[in-house]
């Protein structure tokens, strides 16, 4: 796809036959206070380095799409200004009109498609609102996990969101939602929500050879959710942030905010309320997911090689 810029080490990670795991930057431009969005997005560039696979931010500068970025190219997504939230409807814009910012789940999931990445790590995604039943806010990240073939490994979604509507959509659209090591959906900072997911997965190879059968074996497109429970030792008590939260989605009707700045509010809002504490098992699930992202990048390769009839 000759209108995205992929990366040098990215290119070269490809032709040997290196898996690569593609990482969104939203959670640098809209997610995390400077300096420590870099920070963080550079531990999780080494989370999957350590595991054995390639790191592959994606986002647009100056409207160009990129799929792995340089040390400048981190620092102006951390701390420049005008930064914009991109996703699959403001891709067109951001070219025309030369924007810099993160690319949402949707929109990593398109930039990693183009360059041919097909396992993706982020924290959580986006889903129904609270509320969606009058403000019809549903994330475009749903949609896309319906229609492009990308596996992302999340944390669940947060439960600013409305978690058995976004589990319903997410069956419409036919997605897979694979529990790693779990049969409920994890809510970000809790391991578990009282939602059952579809599927079990206890290995990153069970996971990869979903995705082999899903889109080789059957031939489908579309993308396939792996829900990955915050790690116990790092998740909040759950009834403190479920007040925390019943506080942020209050402060935002009153505020008349909502589209694509309610999540970036809520998640802000969330974070001062929790002084600080959900920023923190944020950064513990992100590189969980990063690690289980390039552990099953690497066993699709090896179920790749198995062949057509593999099991
Ligand atoms: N949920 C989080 N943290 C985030 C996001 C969601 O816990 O940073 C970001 C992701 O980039 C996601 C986007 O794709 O917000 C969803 O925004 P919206 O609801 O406007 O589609
Ligand atoms: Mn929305």
Not at 92 to 101: P, Q, S
Not at 143 to 156: D, K, N, P, Q
Not at 245 to 270: D, K, N, Y
Request: aromatic share 4%.
């Amino acid at each position: 796809m000759e209108n995205v810029v992929i990366h040098e080490k990215v290119i070269d990670a490809q032709a040997r036959g290196v898996p690569v795991v593609a990482l969104e930057s939203t959670i640098i431009t809209h997610g995390m206070p400077y300096p420590k969005n870099i920070e963080v997005a550079k531990k999780i560039e080494c989370a999957v380095v350590e595991e054995g696979a390639t790191p592959a931010t994606a986002a647009i500068i100056d409207g160009v799409l990129r799929v792995g970025l340089d040390e400048r190219e981190f620092e102006r997504l951390g701390q420049g200004e005008g930064l914009k939230k991109i996703s699959r409807r403001d891709l067109a814009a951001a070219v025309a009109g030369r924007w810099t910012g993160g690319t949402t789940v949707a929109g990593t999931m398109i930039l990693a498609s183009m360059a041919g990445i097909p396992f993706f790590a982020t924290g959580g995604i986006g889903g129904v609102h609270r509320g969606a039943e009058t403000t019809f806010d549903v994330s475009a990240d749903l949609r896309e996990l319906g229609e492009t073939s990308v596996c992302v490994v999340s944390a669940g979604a947060k439960a600013i969101l409305d978690l058995p509507k976004t589990l319903e959509v997410l069956e419409t659209w036919g997605v897979p939602v694979v529990g790693y090591k779990t049969r409920r959906f994890p809510s970000f900072y809790s391991p578990a929500s009282a939602c059952p997911v579809s599927l079990t997965a206890d290995s990153p190879q069970d996971i990869a050879r979903i995705c082999h059968a899903h889109w080789k074996l059957l031939g489908m497109k579309g993308g396939v959710l792996i829900a990955n429970p915050i790690p116990h030792e790092f998740g909040l008590p759950e009834e403190e942030v479920e007040v925390a939260i019943g506080a942020a989605v209050e402060q935002a009707a009153q505020q008349g905010i909502s589209g694509a700045a309610l999540t970036p509010f809520l998640l802000a809002t969330l974070e001062r309320l929790t002084k600080g504490k959900s920023l923190e098992a944020n950064i513990a699930l992100v590189l969980n997911n990063a690690r289980l992202a390039a552990r099953i990048a690497r066993a699709f390769a090896e179920v790749s090689k198995e062949g057509p009839g593999a099991p």
